[in-house]
């Protein structure tokens, strides 16, 4: 009977040894990789901007709603350097009397602490104000010019009324050549008059970042625009490859912050050629804003053949009867009589 129960504990026996290898070794989980994005990570480092400054087409997080400020600024020789002109997104140089010019430095994406020496009011500085539908500040101003802003025609503040209190007289410059008004002051003038600081331009044109190679052209590497014989009013300006901007120089100096030394760098050149007519035995001048013409546009250290075009009372550039884009960031317009004025060398 011994041999017959030996069966039933073999079985008995195989059965609890399947049961434990059944516990020690639970099915193999198959081990799920880690999950890798680096093209993902490529992407979302590269910074995409929600809005970009009207006036400079450079990228911001900030809704820009600042309203533009432009400023007559002083360019005579005992005028340099400037305060501010660095920090302002476009910068017009005309003739005002004789062979002396004046800016209109206009002020958008960026606001300086301290702006000029501001100088007096002609009609074309403010046609060109209210082509950005600016806040108008100048010191002074020529009986045409003074017509135009009593008409009320522009939101503006002049130091003819506020000297001393909004503008304030620097003691290291002589007069006229010394006054200055803070953006602080800008700001407090606006609010007490009732003018509005939150109405930003309309925006220009510019390039992508990825549109840039499209630009073509003659290269050049230094442009001079002269205003009259004399070189104390010959605008020079040095492409510089490695940073892609223009240096800008009067009468041989760098144009630079007069506090900091901080030098004054553009994207753009444009230089356009219009009427200019004498009206009296001071010098004052007509300048043509309206009609269009002959242009060079100087970006990317490449020379362009351009015309201009006044669209809402903007100077724009125009090539082949269409709009030409901006290299994103700082713009100056220089002016002049005739293209005659404007010398530089094709590479």
Known sequence: MKHKRIPVILLITSILLLSACNKKAPKEEVPVPETKEPEQTEQTSEKVDKYHFPLTGIGTDVEPNRRAVAVTINNHPAARPQTGLSQADI???LLAEGNVTRFLAVFQSETPENIGPVRSARPFFIELAQGFNGLFIAHGYSPDAEKILSSGVIDQLNGMKYDGTLFKRSSDRNAPHNSYITFENIEKGAQDNGFSMTDSPASMDFYKEDELESINGNGTGQIKVAYGNSSEFTAEYRFDAQSGEYSRFSNGEQTVEYKTGEPVLVKNLFVIETEHKVLDSAGRRFIDLQSGGKAYLFQNGIMKEMEWKSVDGRILPYENGQPAKL????????????????????K
């Open 91 to 93: 910068v017009y140089e």
């Open 327 to 346: 290299v994103p960031g700082k713009t100056w317009v220089n002016i002049v009589p005739s293209l005659d004025a404007v010398s530089f060398e094709i």
